[in-house]
C-alpha cells in the first residue's frame, strides 16, 4: 500500500471513529467480517460451532433480495446466497472463520466516499451554465429520436446508490420510479405495510440501506445533498428528451450513506436492492483504494440485467503503471472490468490543449482488465439539493450521471437484453464518441487521449471490435496440465531443442468480438522469416474468459487466478542447431467478427506482436552440434600446431 493509500486509509478510519463514538451502542453490532461458503455447504453447523465460542457473533445471511427472489440456479445471482455477515468478529474469532475448510473467502468490510466538491451556487437562472448538455450532443440525439422514432414504450430505470434523493424536488418529482409492488393497488401506498414483500415497508421511491439491518428503511430521502445533485443530472437529461417519443426514464433512490461514508457492505446491499427490483442502470458516484469480493460479487451478478457507471474518483490518480508516474492507485468499483469507470472532462481546455479536469483519477492503459473507460462532463455542473436548491458542482460524482443517462437512452433503443445484453449497451456509449486530447505526460511529449460521451454517437454509431494483449505464456510442452500455476511455470527465455507451447489472453473491449482467429507466425531480429522452428499448430479459435472482457486459446487458471496453462495451445519446436542467442518475433494475426451488429457481416482483421530471446543448447547438451564442431575444430588447430 502505497503512501496515498495509507493517508486515504487513515482518514476514512478517523471519519468512521467520530462516526462511531457518536453512535457506540449500534456501532457494537455491525458486520466486522464478510465471508463466502464453498459451494453446497451449509451455515448451520459452523455457525453453531463458532457462536458457542463467540456467542455474539453468529452469521447472518446477506444479500436478502437475492434469498427473497427466485435466482436461476448457476447464475451469479444464485451465488449470493452463499454470503453472510458476521458482527462482534474479534481476531481470534476471524481467524476461525478464515481457516475453517468449508469457507471459501474471507474479507472484512471496506470504505468508500462520495466525489464531488461545490463550486458555486446561485438562484439566477441565467448565471446557470448548462455547458453539458451540448458537450455530450444531447439535443442531436433528442433531433434523431424525434425524426426517427423510438423503440420502446417501457420505462428503463436507472438506480442512484447514494447518499438518498429528495425525491420531491419539482425537478426530479415527475422523473422519480414508483415501486408497483407498493403503489399498483389502491390503499397501498404509505399504508405501512411491506406490501410486496422485499423486506423494505413502503419502498415507493426506493431505500435505505446504510448501517445496522434495524435502520434500513422504504424511505430514501437525502438529508445530505449528494445524492440529490447526482439524480438532478439524470432528471435534467429526461426532461429535455421527453418529448421525442422516447418511453420513460425513471429514478430509483437508494441511500447507502452515513455520514458522507460508504461500507461495501451497505454497496452490496444497495446494489442487491437496485437488480431485484428492475434496475436497467446503476450509477455510483462513489469509491475507494480497496476492492471488494462481496460488493463485485453484487455488481456482476448485477450485470446480468443492469449496465453499472461509476465515479473514477477525484485524487487526480493514475490506475496503472506504465504512464510516468510511481503513484498508481486503483478505484473501486470503477476499476471492475464490467463497470464502465467515468473520468471528468471540462469545459475548456488546459494550457496543454486536454480537456481531462486536474482533478480526475485518469486511465493510463487502454483496453485492460482495470479501465476507466470514458470521459464526460464533470466540472462546473449545475443541479439540484435538497429544499429546491441548486449548486454548481465539480467532480466525477457529476460526470458518472451523464454517462448513466446515456446508456437508459440506449437500453430505451435496444430494450431485449437477450439480443442486446449489457456489454453492447456499454459499448455503444464508451466507444462511440469522439476522441479527445486528455492529458500530456511528463515528457512533455506523449498525449493520453480518451473517448468523450457522445449521447448521439451511442444512438447511430456501430464501433467496431477492439482487441489488445494482456499477456502471452511461453511453457515446455506437456499432454496434460497441473492443478496449479508453481507446478507450471512459464519459460522467461527459450532453448534451442525445446518443444513449446503458447497461450495469449487477448482484452476483448465489452466482448464486442466474436468468432476470434488467431494464426502465429515468428521472424527473427532482422525480420526475416525462420526457418529453424517447426510449428505443430499455429492456429486457434479462442473462447471468452467467463466474467471478464478476454479471450484466451484455452487457458486455464488456479483458484489464485495463476495461469496454470492452455488446453489448446499454440506448439512449435525449435532445431537443435542454433549457435547464438536470437530474438524472435511473434506475429498473431487476428481475424474477428462483431457480436452485436446483426448486419454487419464485415470480418476485423488486426495484428499484435510480442517476443522472447532463443538460446543456444547448453554445452553439456550432445544434442547442440555447434558446440562439438567447434571443440573438434580447436583440437585439430591445436595439433597442427604441434607438427
Given at each position: 500500500?502505497?503512501?496515498?493509500?495509507?493517508?486515504?486509509?487513515?482518514?476514512?478510519t478517523?471519519?468512521?471513529?467520530l462516526?462511531?463514538?457518536s453512535?457506540?451502542?449500534?456501532?457494537?453490532?455491525?458486520?466486522?467480517?464478510l465471508?463466502?461458503?464453498?459451494?453446497?455447504?451449509?451455515?448451520?453447523?459452523?455457525?453453531?460451532?463458532?457462536?458457542?465460542?463467540?456467542?455474539?457473533?453468529s452469521?447472518?445471511?446477506?444479500?436478502?433480495?437475492?434469498r427473497?427472489?427466485h435466482?436461476?440456479?448457476?447464475?451469479?445471482?444464485?451465488?449470493?446466497?452463499?454470503?453472510?455477515?458476521?458482527?462482534?468478529?474479534?481476531?481470534?474469532?476471524?481467524?476461525q472463520?478464515?481457516?475453517?475448510?468449508?469457507v471459501?473467502?474471507?474479507?472484512?468490510?471496506?470504505?468508500?466516499t462520495?466525489?464531488?466538491?461545490?463550486s458555486?451556487t446561485s438562484?439566477?437562472?441565467?448565471?446557470?451554465?448548462?455547458?453539458?448538455i451540448?458537450?455530450?450532443?444531447l439535443?442531436?440525439a433528442?433531433?434523431?429520436?424525434?425524426?426517427?422514432?423510438?423503440?420502446?414504450?417501457?420505462?428503463?430505470?436507472?438506480?442512484?446508490?447514494?447518499?438518498?434523493?429528495?425525491?420531491?424536488?419539482s425537478?426530479?418529482?415527475?422523473?422519480?420510479?414508483r415501486?408497483?409492488?407498493?403503489?399498483?393497488?389502491?390503499?397501498?401506498?404509505?399504508d405501512?405495510?411491506?406490501?410486496?414483500?422485499n423486506?423494505?415497508?413502503?419502498?415507493?421511491?426506493?431505500?435505505?440501506?446504510?448501517?445496522?439491518?434495524?435502520d434500513?428503511?422504504g424511505?430514501?430521502?437525502?438529508?445530505?445533498?449528494?445524492?440529490?445533485?447526482?439524480?438532478?443530472?439524470?432528471?435534467e437529461?429526461?426532461?429535455?428528451?421527453?418529448?421525442?417519443?422516447?418511453?420513460?426514464?425513471?429514478?430509483?433512490?437508494?441511500?447507502?450513506?452515513?455520514?458522507?461514508?460508504?461500507?461495501s457492505?451497505?454497496?452490496?446491499e444497495?446494489?442487491?436492492y437496485a437488480?431485484?427490483?428492475?434496475?436497467?442502470?446503476?450509477?455510483?458516484?462513489f469509491?475507494?483504494?480497496?476492492p471488494?469480493?462481496?460488493?463485485?460479487?453484487?455488481?456482476?451478478?448485477?450485470?446480468?440485467?443492469?449496465?453499472l457507471?461509476?465515479?473514477?474518483?477525484?485524487?487526480?490518480?493514475?490506475?496503472?503503471a506504465?504512464?510516468?508516474?510511481?503513484?498508481?492507485?486503483?478505484?473501486?468499483?470503477?476499476?471492475?472490468?464490467?463497470v464502465?469507470?467515468?473520468?471528468?472532462?471540462?469545459?475548456?481546455?488546459?494550457?496543454?490543449?486536454?480537456?481531462?479536469?486536474?482533478?480526475?483519477?485518469?486511465?493510463?492503459?487502454?483496453?485492460?482488465d482495470?479501465?476507466?473507460?470514458?470521459?464526460?462532463?464533470?466540472?462546473?455542473i449545475w443541479?439540484?439539493?435538497?429544499?429546491e436548491?441548486?449548486?454548481?458542482?465539480?467532480?466525477?460524482?457529476?460526470?458518472s450521471?451523464?454517462?448513466a443517462g446515456v446508456?437508459?437512452l440506449?437500453?430505451?433503443?435496444?430494450?431485449?437484453?437477450?439480443?442486446?445484453?449489457?456489454?453492447?449497451?456499454?459499448?455503444?456509449?464508451?466507444?462511440?464518441?469522439?476522441?479527445?486530447?486528455?492529458?500530456?505526460?511528463?515528457?512533455?511529449?506523449?498525449?493520453?487521449?480518451?473517448?468523450?460521451?457522445?449521447?448521439?454517437?451511442?444512438?447511430?454509431?456501430?464501433?467496431?471490435?477492439?482487441?489488445?494483449?494482456?499477456?502471452?505464456?511461453?511453457?515446455?510442452?506437456?499432454t496434460?496440465?497441473?492443478?496449479?500455476?508453481?507446478?507450471?511455470?512459464?519459460?522467461?527465455?527459450?532453448?534451442?531443442?525445446?518443444?513449446?507451447?503458447?497461450?495469449?489472453?487477448?482484452?476483448?473491449?465489452?466482448?464486442?468480438?466474436?468468432?476470434?482467429?488467431?494464426?502465429?507466425?515468428?521472424?527473427d531480429?532482422?525480420?526475416?522469416?525462420v526457418?529453424?522452428?517447426?510449428?505443430?499448430?499455429?492456429?486457434?479459435?479462442?473462447?471468452?474468459?467467463?466474467?471478464?472482457?478476454q479471450?484466451?486459446?484455452?487457458?486455464?487458471?488456479?483458484?489464485?487466478?495463476g495461469?496454470?496453462?492452455?488446453?489448446?495451445?499454440?506448439?512449435?519446436?525449435?532445431?537443435?542447431?542454433?549457435?547464438?542467442?536470437?530474438?524472435?518475433?511473434?506475429?498473431?494475426?487476428?481475424?474477428?467478427?462483431?457480436?452485436?451488429?446483426?448486419?454487419?457481416?464485415?470480418?476485423?482483421?488486426?495484428?499484435l506482436?510480442?517476443?522472447v530471446?532463443?538460446?543456444?543448447?547448453?554445452?553439456?547438451n550432445?544434442?547442440?552440434?555447434?558446440?562439438?564442431?567447434?571443440?573438434?575444430a580447436?583440437?585439430?588447430?591445436r595439433?597442427?600446431?604441434?607438427?
Open positions: 500500500m502505497n503512501a496515498i493509500s495509507r493517508l486515504h486509509t487513515v482518514i476514512l478517523i471519519i468512521l471513529s462516526v462511531s463514538l453512535a457506540s451502542a449500534s456501532a457494537a453490532n455491525q458486520p466486522t467480517l465471508i463466502k461458503l464453498k459451494s453446497g455447504h451449509s451455515i448451520a453447523q459452523l455457525d453453531q460451532q463458532l457462536s458457542s465460542k463467540y456467542l455474539d457473533s452469521a447472518k445471511p446477506m444479500f436478502k433480495q437475492a427473497l427472489r435466482a436461476k440456479p448457476g447464475s451469479k445471482t444464485a451465488q449470493l446466497k452463499r454470503w453472510y455477515s458476521v458482527s462482534n468478529c474479534d481476531q481470534a474469532c476471524i481467524e472463520w478464515r481457516s475453517n475448510p468449508s471459501e473467502w474471507v474479507e472484512t468490510p471496506v470504505y468508500r462520495l466525489d464531488s466538491t461545490s458555486n438562484s439566477d437562472e441565467q448565471s446557470k451554465d448548462r455547458w453539458h451540448d458537450a455530450i450532443k439535443r442531436q433528442r433531433d434523431w429520436l424525434t425524426q426517427n422514432g423510438a423503440n420502446n414504450d417501457q420505462p428503463i430505470v436507472i438506480a442512484v446508490i447514494d447518499s438518498g434523493v429528495d425525491y420531491s424536488h425537478k426530479i418529482a415527475p422523473y422519480m420510479w415501486n408497483p409492488g407498493e403503489t399498483a393497488v389502491a390503499g397501498y401506498e404509505n405501512g405495510i411491506d406490501n410486496d414483500g423486506g423494505f415497508v413502503d419502498d415507493v421511491y426506493g431505500a435505505s440501506v446504510a448501517g445496522l439491518i434495524a434500513h428503511s424511505d430514501p430521502m437525502d438529508s445530505q445533498g449528494h445524492g440529490t445533485h447526482v439524480a438532478g443530472i439524470i432528471a437529461q429526461i426532461a429535455l428528451l421527453k418529448d421525442s417519443g422516447i418511453g420513460p426514464i425513471r429514478i430509483m433512490a437508494i441511500n447507502a450513506t452515513k455520514a458522507g461514508i460508504l461500507s457492505v451497505d454497496i452490496a444497495a446494489v442487491d437488480r431485484a427490483n428492475g434496475a436497467d442502470i446503476i450509477n455510483m458516484s469509491g475507494g483504494l480497496e471488494s469480493q462481496a460488493e463485485r460479487e453484487a455488481i456482476e451478478a448485477a450485470y446480468e440485467s443492469a449496465v457507471v461509476a465515479s473514477a474518483g477525484n485524487n487526480g490518480r493514475v490506475n496503472a506504465g504512464c510516468q508516474v510511481q503513484a498508481v492507485q486503483k478505484y473501486y468499483p470503477a476499476a471492475y472490468p464490467f464502465i469507470g467515468v473520468m471528468s472532462s471540462q469545459k475548456d481546455p488546459n494550457p496543454s490543449g486536454t480537456y481531462l479536469y486536474k482533478g480526475s483519477n485518469w486511465d493510463c492503459n487502454p483496453f485492460d482495470v479501465e476507466y473507460s470514458i470521459m464526460a462532463p464533470g466540472v462546473a443541479s439540484t439539493l435538497p429544499g436548491r441548486e449548486a454548481s458542482w465539480n467532480g466525477t460524482s457529476m460526470a450521471p451523464m454517462v446508456a437508459a440506449v437500453r430505451q433503443q435496444y430494450p431485449d437484453k437477450q439480443e442486446y445484453p449489457s456489454r453492447f449497451v456499454v459499448n455503444q456509449v464508451i466507444n462511440s464518441g469522439p476522441v479527445l486530447p486528455a492529458k500530456l505526460l511528463s515528457d512533455a511529449t506523449t498525449l493520453i487521449e480518451y473517448r468523450q460521451l457522445d449521447a448521439h454517437a451511442a444512438l447511430t454509431a456501430s464501433p467496431q471490435p477492439v482487441l489488445s494483449l494482456d499477456s502471452h505464456y511461453f511453457w515446455k510442452s506437456r496434460d496440465l497441473p492443478n496449479d500455476a508453481a507446478s507450471n511455470p512459464p519459460l522467461s527465455s527459450l532453448t534451442a531443442g525445446q518443444s513449446v507451447d503458447i497461450g495469449l489472453l487477448l482484452n476483448n473491449l465489452n466482448g464486442q468480438a466474436n468468432d476470434i482467429k488467431v494464426t502465429l507466425t515468428a521472424v531480429d532482422r525480420n526475416q522469416a526457418g529453424w522452428i517447426r510449428w505443430q499448430q499455429n492456429q486457434q479459435v479462442l473462447t471468452s474468459r467467463d466474467g471478464h472482457f479471450a484466451s486459446n484455452g487457458l486455464r487458471f488456479d483458484a489464485s487466478n495461469v496454470i496453462g492452455s488446453e489448446q495451445p499454440f506448439r512449435f519446436s525449435i532445431a537443435d542447431t542454433i549457435d547464438s542467442a536470437t530474438t524472435l518475433t511473434f506475429i498473431a494475426s487476428i481475424d474477428a467478427g462483431n457480436q452485436f451488429d446483426p448486419n454487419n457481416q464485415y470480418r476485423y482483421p488486426s495484428q506482436t510480442f517476443r530471446t532463443v538460446k543456444p543448447a547448453p554445452h553439456s550432445e544434442s547442440g552440434g555447434a558446440f562439438w564442431w567447434s571443440t573438434l580447436l583440437l585439430l588447430m595439433l597442427y600446431r604441434r607438427r
